[in-house]
């Protein structure tokens, strides 16, 4: 079993920044490739982007490439998301994901966080 907890969260304006974290603990935590998703109200689920388990391989939405980056430190079993040039679409709640597939689907992925509400206003 792996627990992912996220964080850093919260309310910026349009054109600001965020970075948000995602601390895995449990079993092996860092050889599952890792993945941030989103859910806007009244909306699906929606793959934002992933990384590989060791770091070197990335891929992301068309909505937020060149905006966001994801990165990870397995040595402190985390994985980032710096989001900046926000706008007032990428209000959702935000959730992380280990899974052993490198993919776009919630289906690919076996363990989320309960998710961290970021809010973009204009």
């Known amino acids: 079993q792996v627990q992912l907890v996220e964080s850093g969260g919260g309310l910026v304006q349009a054109g600001g920044s965020l970075r948000l974290s995602c601390t895995t603990s449990g079993r092996t935590g860092t050889y599952y490739n890792m993945a941030w998703f989103r859910q806007a109200p009244g909306k699906d689920r929606e793959f934002v982007a992933v990384?590989?388990?060791?770091?070197?391989?990335?891929n992301y939405a068309d909505s937020v490439k060149g905006r966001f980056t994801i990165s990870r430190n397995n040595a402190k079993q985390t994985v980032y998301l710096q989001m900046n040039t926000l706008k007032p679409e990428d209000t959702a709640v935000y959730h992380c994901?280990?899974?052993?597939?490198?993919?776009?689907?919630?289906?690919?992925?076996?363990?989320w966080g309960q998710g961290t509400q970021v809010t973009v206003s204009s």
């Open positions: 994901a280990a899974g052993g597939y490198f993919g776009h689907s919630s289906g690919d992925y076996l363990y």
């Open positions: 990384i590989n388990w060791s770091g070197d391989v990335t």
